[in-house]
T-cell receptor, first 115, second 112 residues
Framework: EAQVTQNPRYLITVTGKKLTVTCSQN?????MSWYRQDPGLGLRQIYYSMNVEVTDKGDVPEGYKVSRKEKRNFPLILESPSPNQTSLYFC??????????????FGNGTRLTVT | EDKVVQSPLSLVVHEGDTVTLNCSYE??????LLWYKQEKKAPTFLFML????IEKKSGRLSSILDKKELFSILNITATQTGDSAIYLC????????????FGAGTRLFVKA
């Protein structure tokens, strides 16, 4: 089944403790992206990747890191999480990042709470 | 500053009603307007619109884009309780790479 898989689905952590949220897609998509969703603010893009070893900042990149060493994986790293990073996170992928004819396929989300 | 604005923010209707959700956008290097439906978890794709005036339909849902007035509408006819969800509008644009900017969403609740 074609899908985007995120893990974990829920995560509670403390301020400053490094964490990684994994994202994997099995559709051979070139484009992958991370979003956070907060009430009243919609989905905001954190980082995106046009292809392997190519990443770029989205609208809210502060406090996050990403890497794209393989086409299928795009982990999101919080080196020193803070409470304002408490949010619902979505990973998404699409076939071609350079084309406007490729809608996003989303993972099921990771609800992160930082205390 | 690029933005996508959806209205209303929330809406309660009865089964069988017809609803219209609105999306206006100001997006530099605009390429496409997308609609997604979000129930309990992941947003799922509904429509992608790139040309003005051409309606896209899928069952009871339809959508159209006006690139002159910079807005799109999503219509749902004969609503059902299963249509209850958050509907997200997004603008796709080119800036080096292809990016997507989302509106805050319209939360629709359909009462039986």
């Amino acid at each position: 089944e074609a899908q985007v898989t995120q893990n974990p689905r829920y995560l509670i952590t403390v301020t400053g403790k490094k964490l990684t949220v994994t994202c994997s897609q099995n559709m051979n998509h070139e484009y992958m992206s991370w979003y956070r969703q907060d009430p009243g603010l919609g989905l905001r893009q954190i980082y995106y990747s046009m292809n392997v070893e190519v990443t770029d900042k989205g609208d809210v990149p502060e406090g996050y890191k990403v890497s794209r060493k393989e086409k299928r994986n795009f982990p999101l790293i919080l080196e020193s999480p803070s409470p304002n990073q408490t949010s619902l996170y979505f990973c998404a992928s699409s076939l071609e990042g350079s084309s406007y004819n490729s809608p996003l396929h989303f993972g099921n989300g990771t609800r992160l709470t930082v205390t | 500053e690029d933005k996508v604005v959806q209205s209303p923010l929330s809406l309660v209707v009865h089964e069988g009603d017809t609803v219209t959700l609105n999306c206006s956008y100001e997006v530099t290097n605009f390429r496409s307007l997308l609609w997604y439906k979000q129930e309990k978890k992941a947003p799922t794709f509904l429509f992608m619109l790139t040309s003005s005036g051409i309606e896209k339909k899928s069952g009871r849902l339809s959508s159209i884009l006006d690139k002159k007035e910079l807005f799109s509408i999503l219509n749902i006819t004969a609503t059902q309780t299963g249509d209850s969800a958050i509907y997200l509008c997004a603008g796709g644009y080119l800036t080096g790479g292809f990016k997507t900017i989302f509106g805050a969403g319209t939360r629709l609740f359909v009462k039986a």
